[in-house]
């Protein structure tokens, strides 16, 4: 009886420790193909940007598994999107730009990589209901996912997109007339939104489009699609 018991025990230890591998194990497949790293500062010095401390601690923090959701989103809707390796840093530090607030996530021309940073608004921000209301939720996931396609957008425009094929998509846009002082119609910002929408998952599109053009429709998503699917023809290498 007491080596049935002992035999019991030591089942029961065993099963314990394939449960806690399995969950260790299921844990790194979950952003398996992602390349998300943390990151405790900014790895350079940025002009104009300031890095403070946040502190709320984690809860500033973007949900990484809404993160890992998003990209595999954009890779699903655009497959080339995974030949291009994008890496994506989580800063947990705030990041503020003068003149702009915090930022959300940012990425830098000629550095193939999205940077997002812990922030307060993660604690409180507003996302887009059925009937066009905008509404307050807290630590709502819709930030990160929106900013993840928004970043994405800007990388693909830096890696894929010409100044001259830019202007022909902004022309289509009905906006030659774009303002580099002013974000909602900066024509980066404006390119960066318009994928954002046409292309982000559902939570990345809780939040309302927030260009000072209307927002992209079917004739806009035709071109940048032709745009960005040449990266493989010869005029792109």
């Not at 630590?139 to 022909?168: C, D, K, M």
């Amino acid at each position: 009886m007491r080596g049935q018991r002992k035999t019991a025990k030591n089942m029961g230890w065993a099963l314990c420790l394939l449960l806690a591998v399995t969950v260790i194990y299921s844990s790194s497949l979950a952003y398996a193909g992602v390349n998300l790293t943390e990151l405790e500062r900014m790895p350079a010095a940025v002009p104009g940007l300031r890095a403070e401390t946040a502190l709320y601690g984690p809860a500033e923090l973007p949900p990484q598994d809404v993160i890992v959701e998003e990209v595999r989103h954009l890779e699903t809707k655009l497959p080339f999107l995974a030949a291009q390796e994008i890496p994506v840093y989580l800063v947990r530090e705030r990041c503020f730009l003068p003149g702009v607030g915090w930022l959300a996530g940012c990425t830098f021309p000629g550095e193939k990589a999205v940077y997002l940073f812990a922030s307060p608004q993660y604690r409180s921000y507003t996302y887009r209901v059925k009937n066009g209301v905008a509404r307050l939720k807290r630590y709502a996931p819709y930030l990160a996912a929106y900013t993840v396609a928004h970043e994405f957008g800007h990388i693909l425009r830096y890696q894929l997109v010409s100044e001259e094929e830019l202007n022909q998509y902004l022309t289509l846009r009905g906006t030659n007339q774009t303002r580099e002082d002013e974000w909602a119609s900066n024509a980066e910002e404006i390119f960066a939104e318009d994928f954002r929408w046409l292309f982000g998952s559902e939570k990345a599109r809780q939040v309302p489009y927030l260009s000072s053009v209307k927002p992209p429709g079917e004739k806009e998503r035709e071109l940048l699609l032709k745009l960005l699917r040449e990266e493989d023809s010869p005029g792109k290498k």
